[in-house]
C-alpha cells in the first residue's frame, strides 16, 4: 500500500525546488523593478544647491547675494521613536501645529513617498537653525536642508531686481527641459526672471550609500556619479547705485518713474519705479504673507512703471513731431506758423515762432499744422486716402525711435505703447472713412498716443546722440566674460537725417535756458537739453513729464521723469530730472533748495 | 567495538560532503550579512555573527564525532526517555527562560542561551520513529495514529505556548513521515484542500463570491451527474461543509490570529497595500533578491542585506544575502544542494533495514524539506513570513546544532544498517 510514496516524496522535493528556482528566476533576472527599488532603497540622493549669481552695479557695488537659508526634511520611513513634545520644544512649534503638518504632508497625495525627503519646515531661522542642528540626531528621519535665500545691500531697485520664489506648479509644468524640481527657487520677475538662465547655475548631486537608519556609509563607487554644483553667473549691471539710490529718495511719496540712459552704450544708469518696495520683504519665510501685502496695495508697488506705465507722451513728443516733419520737408528750421489757437489751445505768450521757438514755447498750433502738412502732403486723390499714406509714412518715422513697440529691454512685462496706424483707426472708426481733422491730437502727444517712460527715456538719447540708440538694457557684464547680450551693442538708426538733429538739440536747449524749463531744469556750468510735458488729465491734475540728456556735447545722461498728477512738466518733472543729471555728473546737489522743493513734493502749489 | 572502527568507510561521504558545503556556504554568508566595508573587519571576528557561527560550526564537529562514536543502540533505546526529559525541559522553559525577541524560548547558559526547541525535533523524530519501528505498530490503527499524533502534538503545543509559531509547525512536517508509512492520503489530501480554500478566502475579500461559486459547482453537479439520492446527498453535505469551512477560515483569520500574524498572510498576498508596515520584510527581502540579478553583485558587495533593509539577515533572511551577492546563479546552487541533500536522505531512508531507521530519516528529510520550503518559500514572497531558521546556513548555535544531530544521527544508523535486523 505504500508503494510509489518514495516517488511522490522526490518529485514534490524537486518540485518545490524548481518552483523557487522559476520564482528566482523572475525576481532577479526578469523584473528589473526591485533593482532600481534597491538603489532608492540604499542610495541617498544629496541635492547640492548652486550659488546663485551676485548683482553688482556698474562700479562692481554688491546689490545681490546671497545668505544661507536651512530647510528642515523629513524622509517619514526613517523617522522613529518620535518624541513630538520634544520636536515641538525644540522647532517652536505647538502640537496641534505639527500635527497639521503631517497632515498636510500626507495630503499631497503625489508628492507624498516616504522614501523621499520631503520638506517639513521650510526656511528655518538663523536662531531655529543653530538650536536644532545640535538636536537633530534625536529625531531620526529628519534632515537639514541649506540652501541660499537671496539677500540685498540696498533698499532701492525692487522692480528692477524682480524677486525669487519657489518654482510655481504652472511653470514645473512648462518646463520641458526638467531643469526644476518642486521646492527649487526660480527668479519671477526682473532682472531675476530675465538672466534666470545665466544666474541659476547648475544644481550638484551627491550619492551616498547609506544604510536603514539612514546613516551615511560612505560615497556610491566613490563619487562616480557626483556631480559638483555649478555656481550661477555674476551679473554686473548698468546702475550707478548712488544715483539710483538718489531717483528712489526724489521719488519717495510720488507715483512716476525715472529712466536715465548712458545715450553712448545704451546702458541704464537709473531706473526709478514709484511707489517701490523693499526687495528683502520678497525673501526667506516671509515670502507669502509679504507678497499678499504687497500685491494687494492699492498703489501698486509691483506694478514697474518705467516699462509697464502707458502714458500719452504730452509736448515731449512734439520734438518727434519736429524731427519728422523735417524730414518729410514739409517745414524748415525757419518756417513760421502764426499761433492763431482756433481750432487749438496753447498757452504762452509767443504769436509767431519758427521751429526752435516753437519747441522752446511748446506750441501746439505749430505742430498741429506742421502734422497738418505732414499727413496731407496731396499723394492722395482724397482727403481720406492722403490721410492713410501720410499715416503711414509718419508711423515708419516715429517708430524708428523706439516707439509702439517694445524696446527690448532686459526685464520681463515690457509694454509696448501705442502709435496709431491706419489700422487701428480703420477699426477704431468701424472702418468708416477718417482724415486729418480725426486725428490731429496726435499731433502735440495727446490722442491716442501711449508710450512708457523708457520709451521717453530712450528717445532723448537718440537726440542726444543725433539719431541712433542702443536699446537700452541693465546688465552690462555677464559672468567671466563680462559682455552684455549681444543685442545690446547695435546701434538702431532712425530714420531721420543726423542733420536735422541738431535743429532739436538747439530747441531743448533752448527750452532749458530761455523757454519752459528755465527756472527748474537750468544747471550751472553744464549745458542741459530737455523738454518739458504736460499731460492733460482732467479732471485730475496734470502728469508732469520731462526728458533731457546732458552735457550738450558728448551726452553722458539721457532722461526721462514721469510724476503722476505732478502738475507742470516744468515743475516736479523738470527739477527731479535736473537734480539726477546734477547729481550724475557732479556727484552732488548744489541747488539744495530744488531739492527740498522735490522732497516737500508740492508741486501744485 | 570491531564495527565502530568501519565508520570512517561505512558513512555516507555524499551526505557528509553536502553538509560541509552548505554549513560552509552558510559561515561565508553570515559574514557576508553583517560585512561593514568601513570597520575592516576578519571573518574570524568573535564579536560578528560570523566568528562566533565558526565556534558553532566547531562545537558542530564534536557533536557529529561525539554521535558517531556512540554506540548506535542508544538513539533507539533511549529514545522516549530523550522524549520525556525535552517534554520536561519544554515545560520549564517559559518559567526559567529568558526572552529573546518576543519569544520566550531560550534557556541561559551563562551569557549562552540555548533554544530546547531546536533539539526537540531530533529527539520527537528518535521517538516518533521508534514508536512506529516498534513491534506491532500498524498505521491503519485508529489508536497507534492517535498516540503519533499526541506524540508530536505534546511538544508543538508546549512550544506554542513559548510564542514560536515557526518552530511548532515544524511539527506538522511528521504528518508526511506518517503518510509515507502508511497513513491514508485522505488527510494530507483533507489539509491541501483546507489549505487551498484558506488562501482562497484571503484572497477573496468577501467570503459570498466564494459561497456562490460554490453554489454554482453544486447546481451543476447536481443537474449533471446522475440522480443518485446517496450521490445527491453526499454532494449537499460536502457543499454546506466547504462553506463551513470558508466560514471558518474567515473567522480564524479575523478573530482567531493575531494581528501581526493576519498581517503576515496579507503581505503574502499583496506586500504593495503596505511596503513600510506589515509588507516591509517581504519588500525588503524580494528588493534584496531581486537586485542581485543573475550574476549577484559579488562577495561582500550587497548593499540591502548589509545597511540591514532585510531584517534578521543573519538569521531567518539569510537568503537574501545569498540571492543579493550572488545572484540567480548563486540561488541556483544552494537550492541545488538542498534538494541533492533531501534526495540522499531519501535514498538513504529507502535502503534502511528496519522501520525505526526508515520512519527517522523520513523525519529527518521531511524536517528539513519543511525549513527549506518556508524560509526560501518566505524570502521571495510565496509564503507567509514564518520565522524558522534555513538550515546550516542560518546564524545560531541551537540551530545548527540541533540539525547536525539530526543529520548525523541518521548517518549513524545509516552506517550499521547491514547490522540490524530486519523488521520492516
Known sequence: MNEGRKEIFQIVFVLVGLIFLVKLFFIQVIDNRYAELANSNSILRVVEYPFRGLI???????????????????????????????????????????????????????????VKPMRFLEQLSAEDWARSADRLDEF????????????????????????????????LRQDAANIYKQGDYIGQSGIEAFYEEQLRGKRGVRFRLRDVKGIEKGSFKNGEYDTLSIPGQDLTTSIDLDLQLYGEKLMRGKAG??????????????????????????????????????????????????????????????????????????????????????????????????????IANSC??????????????????????????????????????????????????????LIPTPAYYDKAYNNRPWKFSNIYSIAIGEGENLVVPLQMANFAATVANRGYYYIPHL?????KENKPLPRYTERHYTTIDSANFKIAVDAMQQVVDAGTGQWYAHLPDVVVCGKTGTVQNDPFPAHSVFIAFAPRNNPRIAISVYVEHGGQGARAAASIASLMIEQYLFKQTRRQYIEDYVLAGKFLD | MRRDSDIPSSIDWTTVSLYLALVTLGWLNVFAAVYDENAKQSIFDLSLNSGRQLLFIAASGFIALAITIIDMRFYETFAYILYGIILVVLVMVPIIGKEVGGNKAWIGIGSF??????????????????????????????????????????????????KDTGTALVFTSFVLVFFREGMSPFLLIVGLCAAAIFVLTLLIPNPVYLHIAIGIVWIALMVMGKKKIKRMVLLTVGAL??????????????????????????????????????????????????????????????????????????????????????????????????????????????????????????????????????????????????GIPLPFFSYGGSALWGFTMLLFILLKLDAHRGQVLQRI
Open chain 1, 140 to 171: 531620526p528621519g529628519f534632515y537639514i536642508q541649506a540652501r541660499t535665500t537671496r539677500a540685498y545691500t540696498t533698499t532701492a531697485l525692487a522692480n528692477a531686481l524682480g524677486y525669487v520664489s519657489e518654482v510655481s506648479k504652472e511653470q
Open chain 1, 257 to 358: 518713474s525715472i529712466v536715465a540712459i548712458e545715450p553712448a552704450t545704451g546702458e541704464i544708469l537709473s531706473i526709478v519705479s514709484g511707489p517701490s518696495y523693499d526687495p528683502a520683504l520678497l525673501t526667506g519665510k516671509k515670502y507669502s504673507a509679504n507678497f499678499k501685502l504687497i500685491s494687494q496695495d492699492t498703489m501698486k508697488p509691483l506694478f514697474n512703471r518705467p516699462l509697464m506705465a502707458q502714458y500719452r507722451p504730452g509736448s515731449i513728443f512734439k520734438i518727434a513731431q519736429a524731427m519728422t516733419a523735417l524730414q518729410e520737408k514739409v517745414i524748415t528750421p525757419e518756417t513760421r506758423i502764426v499761433c492763431d489757437r482756433t481750432i487749438i489751445g496753447c498757452h504762452g505768450p509767443h504769436t509767431n515762432e519758427d521751429l526752435r521757438g516753437a
Open chain 1, 56 to 114: 553688482k552695479d556698474r562700479n562692481e557695488k554688491l546689490i545681490v547675494y546671497n545668505t544661507p537659508e536651512y530647510d528642515l526634511q523629513v524622509i517619514m520611513k526613517d523617522v522613529s521613536h518620535f518624541d513630538s513634545v520634544k520636536f515641538c520644544e525644540v522647532f517652536h512649534l505647538t502640537l496641534p501645529e505639527l500635527r497639521k503638518r503631517f497632515k498636510d504632508l500626507k495630503a499631497k497625495k503625489k508628492e507624498y513617498s516616504a
Open chain 2, 113 to 162: 542561551g540555548l533554544q530546547p526547541s531546536e533539539f526537540a525535533k531530533c529527539i520527537t523524530a528518535l521517538a516518533v520513529a521508534k514508536y512506529i519501528g516498534s513491534v506491532g505498530f500498524r498505521m491503519d490503527n485508529l489508536r497507534n495514529q492517535a498516540a503519533l499524533f499526541i506524540m508530536i502534538g505534546l511538544p508543538m503545543g508546549l512550544i506554542l505556548l513559548q
Open chain 1, 364 to 417: 501746439n498750433v505749430y505742430f498741429y499744422t506742421a502734422l497738418r502738412r505732414m499727413i496731407n502732403q496731396g499723394k492722395g486723390s482724397d482727403p481720406f486716402s492722403d490721410a492713410r499714406i501720410g499715416l503711414k509714412e509718419w508711423d515708419q518715422h516715429i517708430n524708428s525711435f523706439g516707439f509702439g513697440n517694445k524696446l527690448g529691454i532686459d526685464l520681463p512685462n515690457e509694454k509696448d505703447g
Open chain 2, 241 to 386: 461543509l466547504i462553506s463551513g469551512v470558508i466560514e471558518s477560515v474567515d473567522y480564524v483569520v479575523h478573530h482567531v490570529l493575531k494581528p501581526h500574524q493576519q498581517n503576515r498572510v496579507k503581505a503574502l498576498i499583496n506586500p504593495d497595500a503596505d511596503p513600510l508596515g506589515f509588507g516591509w520584510n517581504v519588500t525588503q527581502s524580494k528588493i534584496a533578491i531581486g537586485s542581485g540579478g543573475f550574476w549577484g553583485k559579488g562577495f561582500l558587495k550587497g548593499t540591502q542585506t548589509k545597511f540591514d533593509f532585510v531584517p534578521a539577515q543573519s538569521t531567518d533572511f539569510i537568503f537574501c544575502t545569498i540571492g543579493e551577492e550572488h545572484g540567480w546563479i548563486g540561488s541556483l546552487i544552494v537550492v541545488g544542494l538542498f534538494v541533492a541533500l533531501l534526495l540522499r536522505i531519501i535514498f538513504i531512508a529507502e535502503r534502511q533495514k528496519n522501520r525505526f531507521a526508515r520512519a527517522y530519516a523520513y523525519s529527518v528529510a521531511c524536517i528539513f524539506f519543511f525549513h527549506f520550503a518556508v524560509n526560501v518559500g518566505m524570502t521571495v514572497g510565496l509564503f507567509p513570513v514564518i
Open chain 1, 475 to 479: 546688465v552690462k557684464g555677464i559672468g
